[in-house]
C-alpha cells in the first residue's frame, strides 16, 4: 500500500468511525452504555490502523508526519476520552450531588495538572509549530534531550512516535473538560424537589469509627440491595448522606477485624437477616 492510499484510508476510516458513534448515540439512550460502545468501535478501529501501519513503510517523512501528529491521534484521543468517561459514570452510579461535584473537580485538577506537567509541548503543538517534527514524530527515532513520557519504552516502536500519544491526551483532556463542565452545569440544574443529601439538616455528630463500625456491619449482614453492591458504595452513600468523610475506612475495618470480641463480626457471620 502506497503511503498516501494509507492517508486517505485512514482519514476515510476515521469519518466512518465518527458517524457510527454517532448513529450510536441515537440509539442508545443509556449514557454508559453509549459510551461502552463507542469505545469498543474506537478499539476496532484503532486494531485497524495499527494492523495497516505496523507492516508499512513510509515513503517519506511528510506523510509520517502526517500520520502521526494529525491522524492517528484522532483515533488515540477518543479511546482516552471515553474511557475515562466509563470510569467516571461507572463510579457515580446513584451518588448525591455532594459526592458527583467532588469526583467532578478531582478530575479536573487531574487534566490542570497534566497541562502544567506538558506546558512546554502544549505550546509547541497549539501553535502548530513545526521545527521539532522530525523528532517528535518519525518512528525509530527519538532524543533524549527531549521530554519523554516515562512509560515510552512499553509503546510499540512500529506503532508510535515518541509524541503523538502526547498530542492524543491533549485532544482527549479537552473534550473530558468539556464533559465535566457539562456534567457540572446538570448538576446545578437538579430541580429542587429532586433528593440531595448535600442539603440535608442531618448530621453525624459521634466520633467517625462508631460510624464505620455500624456501616460494616450494615453491609456484611446484607442489609442493601440484598447483598448486590460494594462496601465502597454503602460508604459513599453514608458519607453523603450524613455529610462526613470517613477517610481512609479500611484502616478502621482493620482493628475492626483484630479485636478479640467484636460483636460487629458476630453479627455478619450470622446468616443475613436484612433480606426481603
Known sequence: ???????????????????????????????????????????????TIKSWVIKHDFDCWENEITFFKKLKPLFIAKYIYFSKVVALL???????????????????????YFFLENTEFISYYRRKATYLDLKYFMRFKYDLDVKLAPDF??????????????????????????????QLQQLKETPPGEPSYATSGLQWTAPKVALTELVFALHHTHCFNGGNTSLSETVKWFEEAL????????NTIAEIRNRKSNPILKAAQRKPYCLS
Do not use: C, W
Request: charged share 30%.
Open 243 to 250: 455529610s462526613v468523610d470517613l477517610g481512609n475506612y479500611h
Open 1 to 47: 500500500m502506497e503511503s498516501k492510499l494509507l492517508i486517505e484510508k485512514t482519514k476515510e476510516l476515521f469519518t466512518g468511525l465518527e458517524t457510527q458513534i454517532k448513529n450510536l448515540k441515537t440509539e442508545k439512550t443509556n449514557q454508559l452504555e453509549f459510551i461502552q460502545y463507542a469505545l469498543m468501535e474506537t478499539d476496532e478501529a484503532i486494531r
Open 153 to 182: 519504552h512499553n509503546y510499540d516502536e512500529r506503532f508510535s512516535t515518541s509524541h503523538d500519544h502526547l498530542i492524543a491526551t491533549i485532544l482527549a483532556h479537552d473534550q473530558y473538560e468539556l464533559f465535566l463542565k457539562k
Open 90 to 112: 461507572s463510579a457515580t452510579p446513584g451518588s448525591g450531588i455532594k459526592y458527583k461535584k467532588k469526583l467532578y473537580e478531582q478530575e479536573f485538577e487531574k487534566i490542570h
